[in-house]
């Protein structure tokens, strides 16, 4: 409806003079007003425009939160395929939520990750196989390239892989340990290959280090022995103190350590009448009483694991005080009786009460496997009384 341009009163169409003022309206008052049609269409195109504008804004802001949504369930996927080991299948679910959402940082950061995995799960096996042909060296260093590729990185799935990087290494140098003791090591190797396997922290490994200690500490023993014999008394403290570095428990190395000591003090304050003196008193009370201070319970000769040849045997003590440094003098004679060779050897523990056994035992590494039908004669037994 038009207003009088005069007062601003409303006036009818058919009205030529205000009637509130009074004045005559223009003729043209009509034409200066827009009709009804044209004043509708200046409110309802706006607001066409902005509604339609909340339908665009709306409905890219739903296709955003459903690709969010479709792209994290599929991030999320990765991750559980990833903590089950199952790397390739991870990567493809990171390359799904990636192909979802282009900008998706974490996906970005897994999908490298896994791919590098996978690379390490790859190396893993070509290390593995490298170790079953022997080629130890190619193997270790493959497994410590993969180790490195991931010292940047932690998670549940970087302890994973480092469990399977720490087992592989273990065992290849299991088999690269195995190897080397199948070619039977000197004694300067053994003590080498002692340390390698206490370095390597598996239940199995210990087996073979206990295995490789008993091999020095016979070595030991038997060399330690040979030098006492011959009253290199230094010599064998020496011998028996480098055996005890790899075997300090060694009950037999430490009995030995203790004869060396005395033997050397008899030595050097002339005792051996004293000792000829025991031995002459001995074989007397044996003759009249047909008794002596030991009796031998057991006695064998047998071949070890290196075709070595070892004597064994057990003692007891059948004194009615105790015996200390007591030795074992035997012959070693074949199938026709010759003599091969003759040795003594210290008994363990160094003192012996009544009724206690004692043990004993020697290596031989130069007597060949054609004297496997040996047999062993006890020629003379010593010991100090108190």
């Known amino acids: 409806m038009p207003h009088c341009p005069n007062c601003g009163a409303k006036i009818k ?6 009637t509130q003022c009074g004045k005559k309206i223009p003729e043209d008052i009509y034409d200066r007003m827009p009709n009804e049609k044209q004043d509708y269409r200046l409110w309802y195109l706006p607001v066409i425009a902005i509604i339609i504008f909340l339908i665009v804004i709306g409905s890219y802001y739903l296709h955003l939160e459903n690709q969010n949504k ?10 559980e ?3 089950e080991g199952n790397f390739p299948k991870a990567l493809a679910s990171f390359e799904d939520a990636l192909a979802v959402k282009r900008n998706f940082p974490s996906a970005v950061t897994n999908k490298e990750f896994i791919q590098i995995a996978i690379e390490i799960e790859s190396e893993l096996e070509t290390a593995a196989n490298l170790s079953e042909n022997k080629k130890f060296q190619e193997s270790l260093e493959l497994i410590n390239t993969a180790e490195s590729k991931i010292k940047n990185y932690n998670g549940e799935i970087v302890n994973m892989l480092i469990n399977k990087i720490v087992g592989q290494r273990k065992a290849t140098q299991l088999e690269q340990l195995s190897s080397k003791m199948s070619e039977q090591p000197n004694i300067d190797e053994l003590k080498n290959l002692l340390w390698e396997a206490e370095a390597i922290k598996s239940d199995e490994a210990q087996v073979i280090a206990g295995n490789i200690r008993q091999q020095i500490i016979s070595y030991i023993f038997s060399t330690a022995s040979d030098q006492l014999k011959n009253k290199q008394f230094t010599n064998a403290r020496d011998i028996v ?6 075997a300090p428990e060694s009950e037999k190395l430490q009995s030995l350590q203790t004869t060396i000591e005395k033997e050397k003090t ?6 051996e009448q004293r000792i000829e ?3 002459s008193a001995a074989e007397e009370e044996r003759e009249m009483n047909k008794n002596d201070a030991v009796e031998i319970v057991d006695i064998k000769v047998i071949q070890d694991d290196q075709d070595n040849l070892v004597v064994s045997g057990v003692i007891k003590s059948v004194a009615t005080i105790p015996i200390n440094s007591v030795s074992v003098e035997y012959i070693l004679i074949d199938e026709n009786d010759e003599e091969i060779l003759t040795n003594e050897v210290y008994v363990h523990p160094d ?3 009544p009724s206690e056994e004692g043990k004993f035992d020697f290596t031989h590494y130069d007597v060949g496997n054609e004297n496997g039908n040996l047999k062993v004669k006890i020629e003379k037994i010593k010991w100090f009384l108190d």
């Open 13 to 18: 169409a058919d009205e030529t003079f205000c």
């Open 70 to 79: 479709q792209a994290k369930k599929l991030f999320k996927q990765g991750e």
């Open 81 to 83: 395929l990833g903590l």
């Open 241 to 246: 103190d480098e055996g005890l570095k790899y």
């Open 266 to 271: 008899a030595f050097e304050t002339a005792q």
């Open 277 to 279: 003196q025991a031995m």
């Open 351 to 353: 003192t012996l009460y």
